[in-house]
């Protein structure tokens, strides 16, 4: 039985590899250090979508390629192994897929089209203060009105929320939790920036009594936990791929580093130390791409996957936390000169680590589930 992937799921990612090889580079992402200017990509994502990878995993009669989560996770990890500033995350895994999933028709027709064609880009709103889960928000809240609702809350992090057409939010109501596409510039909503340390534009939106349409009502309080949870999910699990792909490419720079570095007359990676600290890096690489690829592949086949995408976020978070340590260290002062990529993987690495969460935290709720009987048990 072969678990590799496909000749299609390969081709996918080879060309999604070759853009980014041939548009990012040092120079062009050194544009957008400290802020100096936006780190969005507009020719990188006029290729992408003249491609059609920015519709990879929507279907036909969206302007899409017709191919799934698997493939659209390649993608992402192809932009972790370039850190390429490009919204892939936000817009195609948090914004469209649920859309496509759990939209109406209406709402299908009128947003995905214009992802697929780079015209058009969607976020999610995830994060509130001192809660993560948005499938159970706390302080956004919402009352119905007109047929549809009346929403006032604050989120936290949100990406691209000044280019995005629609913000997906959760809010609860007295009737349970709910999903709505909000528009960014609608009377009462505030975007404030917010300053992260891998410069990506993120925001926080103040809503203050949102006037939100009923076509803009992706679920209602019947389903509304569940979608966010799916979103959630899949979510994770793309960031889990981003993260194989940053720390495969930081320790092949290493890797490449020590076997040109020389102290003694020799090149390092052949002191003995060197040489299992590198070999330690790579195993871990391999654990979390076959634990993120389990997720995804559950996910993408429709399957509970709530216990593989704790597992991924593990491994993403000390993988993440390792290698940055261990490629830092190899490549001594070099690993920490702006002139030199490897501290924007560096960055990257712990950016992912903090935003998929605390191993510890993640560990604890993994062992509550087995201590249950939820997991390991199908």
């Given at each position: 039985?072969?678990?590799?992937?496909?000749?299609?799921?390969?081709?996918?990612?080879?060309?999604?590899?070759?853009?980014?090889?041939?548009?990012?580079?040092?120079?062009?992402?050194?544009?957008s250090?400290?802020?100096?200017?936006?780190?969005?990509?507009?020719?990188?994502?006029?290729?992408l979508?003249?491609?059609?990878?920015?519709?990879?995993?929507l279907?036909?009669?969206?302007?899409?390629?017709?191919?799934?989560?698997t493939?659209?996770?390649?993608?992402?990890?192809?932009?972790?192994?370039?850190?390429?500033?490009?919204?892939?995350?936000?817009?195609?895994?948090?914004?469209?897929?649920?859309?496509?999933?759990?939209?109406?028709?209406?709402?299908k027709?009128?947003?995905?089209?214009?992802?697929a064609?780079?015209?058009?880009?969607?976020?999610?709103?995830?994060?509130e203060?001192?809660?993560?889960?948005?499938?159970?928000?706390?302080?956004?809240?919402?009352?119905?009105?007109?047929?549809?609702?009346s929403?006032?809350?604050?989120?936290?992090?949100?990406?691209?929320?000044?280019?995005?057409?629609?913000?997906?939010?959760?809010?609860?109501?007295?009737?349970?939790?709910?999903?709505?596409?909000v528009?960014?510039?609608?009377?009462?909503?505030?975007?404030?920036?917010?300053?992260?340390?891998t410069?990506?534009?993120?925001?926080?939106v103040?809503?203050?009594?949102?006037?939100?349409?009923?076509?803009?009502?992706?679920?209602?309080?019947?389903?509304?936990?569940?979608?966010?949870?799916?979103?959630?999910?899949?979510?994770?699990?793309?960031?889990?791929?981003?993260?194989?792909?940053?720390?495969?490419?930081?320790?092949?720079?290493?890797?490449?580093?020590?076997?040109?570095?020389?102290?003694f007359?020799?090149?390092?990676?052949?002191?003995?130390?060197?040489?299992?600290?590198?070999?330690?890096?790579?195993?871990?690489?391999e654990?979390?791409?076959?634990?993120?690829?389990?997720?995804?592949?559950?996910?993408?086949?429709?399957?509970?996957?709530?216990?593989?995408?704790?597992?991924?976020?593990?491994?993403?978070?000390?993988?993440?936390?390792?290698?940055?340590?261990?490629?830092?260290?190899?490549?001594?002062?070099?690993?920490?000169?702006?002139?030199?990529?490897?501290?924007?993987?560096?960055?990257?690495?712990?950016?992912?680590?903090?935003?998929?969460?605390?191993?510890?935290?993640?560990?604890?709720?993994?062992?509550?589930?087995?201590?249950?009987?939820?997991?390991?048990?199908?």
């Amino acid at each position: 039985m072969n678990f590799g992937f496909s000749e299609e799921q390969r081709e996918v990612q080879n060309l999604a590899r070759q853009i980014f090889t041939d548009l990012v580079s040092p120079e062009k992402l050194k544009a957008s250090d400290d802020y100096a200017g936006e780190r969005f990509d507009e020719a990188l994502w006029g290729k992408l979508a003249e491609a059609g990878l920015l519709g990879v995993a929507l279907e036909e009669q969206y302007a899409g390629m017709g191919f799934g989560f698997t493939e659209l996770a390649l993608l992402v990890e192809e932009v972790g192994r370039s850190i390429a500033p490009a919204p892939v995350i936000p817009n195609l895994v948090s914004g469209a897929l649920p859309v496509q999933r759990f939209g109406t028709d209406e709402q299908k027709q009128r947003l995905l089209p214009g992802v697929a064609e780079g015209k058009l880009m969607l976020t999610a709103a995830l994060m509130e203060k001192h809660n993560e889960n948005p499938a159970s928000p706390r302080l956004t809240t919402a009352v119905a009105k007109d047929g549809g609702y009346s929403v006032s809350g604050t989120k936290l992090c949100v990406p691209f929320a000044h280019r995005a057409e629609r913000m997906i939010v959760s809010a609860k109501t007295d009737n349970g939790v709910i999903a709505l596409l909000v528009d960014p510039k609608a009377d009462g909503v505030t975007l404030n920036e917010m300053k992260v340390t891998t410069y990506e534009p993120q925001y926080e939106v103040a809503l203050k009594d949102v006037s939100v349409a009923a076509e803009d009502v992706l679920a209602g309080a019947d389903k509304g936990a569940e979608v966010m949870q799916w979103l959630t999910e899949h979510t994770t699990a793309a960031l889990c791929a981003h993260q194989v792909g940053v720390t495969d490419c930081a320790m092949r720079m290493t890797a490449s580093y020590t076997a040109e570095r020389k102290q003694f007359g020799v090149p390092v990676a052949t002191f003995q130390a060197v040489g299992h600290r590198a070999a330690n890096c790579f195993i871990d690489v391999e654990c979390l791409r076959l634990n993120t690829y389990q997720a995804v592949s559950r996910l993408a086949g429709g399957h509970n996957a709530t216990n593989e995408v704790q597992i991924a976020k593990i491994w993403a978070g000390d993988v993440g936390h390792r290698v940055s340590y261990a490629s830092q260290h190899l490549h001594g002062g070099m690993g920490i000169d702006r002139d030199y990529p490897l501290w924007r993987y560096c960055t990257w690495m712990r950016h992912n680590e903090m935003m998929l969460g605390s191993s510890a935290k993640n560990l604890a709720a993994l062992g509550k589930r087995i201590a249950a009987g939820e997991a390991y048990c199908q």
